[in-house]
């Protein structure tokens, strides 16, 4: 049987592996990160009505540049930051992950670098990959922070052409100040003129404000973001970034014809409708992730602050056989690979309380 080695794959792509959480039928599931509340009904019922109604003239091709989305999600923006945005200052794609893509399409590419400070997500380093970008692992401190100094000599020593800061960051949950952003945008600018791309997939369960206002004056910043956390909505397949209208331009030079599909267009238009009460559903994730924070070091684990829907938590002497104890007690949770720690995704009351009796109980049998 040809296996993928016997193909003519670019060497860079050789002896890697897709990326992927495992999915295992169990009766808790919190490794994804994904908003564990179902829609609610009235929002089902308005995604059927406007997709029945995109239905009707799926002869024809979608909104190629789906002004009206676009319009919705820099109100939604502006509603929610309190910085003013508009159309041409929007852009979206098929979730978060093709909105970077197209973002290394645009600016990275063969003889371009891009850097991010890891461990954080780790499709950043694969999209640039996928897209011949040059990837480069900037530091983090033992305590997952960004140092701000290292960071800064990684970029006037490397001067990549993408620079990325995750905040919150995924897997360790911290947020990274402004003042930070503020310091490797400026190094990102004096090594090359550089485009500074800050993942916000997590920011509407962050303690802290987003950094949308920071793109005043910023041509070369960009904010990314995501309807699956938030919203509730990970099978929509919906990201979107705020920048200078420069930059949507330009992505629009790489961008697939008509790449987002009228049914997309019509669901993410009903869920902006009931962004209030999706948002309701985000503070009580919010106040669930604080209570498994504290019960966790209750517990006795380390925890890493979270601004996230998730929490990292440690350390453990070896943090797969960590993770097998607590699926053994029918609750699966994400082993990303960082040594020593685990990260558990915020559920329901009900799913956190099962976790949280699995991680007692592997306590109790360290008798410790």
Do not use: C
């Not at 791309?197 to 997590?202: N, S």
């Amino acid at each position: 049987m040809t296996g993928i080695d016997d193909l003519p794959v670019r060497e860079e792509l050789r002896g890697k592996s897709p990326y992927g959480a495992p999915q295992l039928d169990v009766p808790v599931r919190l490794n994804t990160n994904e908003n564990p509340y179902p829609l609610p009904e009235p929002l089902v019922e308005r995604i059927a009505e406007r997709v029945r109604e995109a239905a009707r003239d799926l002869n024809r091709y979608p909104d190629r540049d789906a002004v009206e989305l676009r319009t919705k999600l820099a109100e939604y923006l502006t509603k929610t930051s309190g910085y003013p945005l508009g159309l041409a200052q929007v852009w979206a794609a098929n979730g978060s992950n093709e909105v970077i893509q197209q973002l290394l399409q645009t600016f990275g590419g063969p003889g371009r670098t891009a850097i991010g400070f890891e461990p954080s997500y780790s499709m950043h380093a694969l999209i640039a990959r996928g897209t011949g970008t040059g990837w480069i692992s900037g530091p983090r401190g033992e305590d997952f922070t960004i140092d701000v100094s290292a960071a800064e000599r990684a970029i006037a020593e490397h001067r990549p052409d993408v620079v990325f800061i995750t905040t919150p960051n995924n897997p360790t949950g911290n947020a990274v100040p402004p003042e930070t952003v503020l310091a490797l945008y400026e190094a990102a600018q004096a090594a090359k003129p550089s485009m500074v791309i800050v993942d916000e997939a997590y920011i509407e369960f962050s303690h802290g404000d987003s950094l949308l206002p920071l793109l005043q004056g910023r041509p070369h910043l960009v904010i990314s973001r995501t309807m699956s956390k938030a919203f509730g909505a990970a099978g929509l397949r919906l990201g979107y970034l705020a920048a200078d209208p420069a930059v949507v331009d330009a992505v629009q030079l790489v961008r697939l014809p008509y790449h987002l599909s009228a049914i997309t267009q019509a669901t993410a238009l009903a869920a902006l409708e009931h962004t209030d009460t999706l948002l309701g559903y985000v503070e009580q994730l919010k106040a669930e992730r604080d209570r498994l924070v504290a019960e966790l070091r209750a517990i006795g684990y380390e925890v890493t602050e979270s601004d996230a829907n998730f929490v990292q938590f440690g350390r453990f002497a070896n943090a797969h056989e960590a993770w097998r104890k607590i699926l053994d007690r029918g609750v699966l949770v994400r082993d990303n690979g960082v040594p020593g720690w685990l990260r558990v995704s915020a559920g329901t009351p009900e799913e956190n309380d099962a976790f949280l009796d699995a991680v007692r109980e592997m306590k109790k049998e360290q008798g410790s």
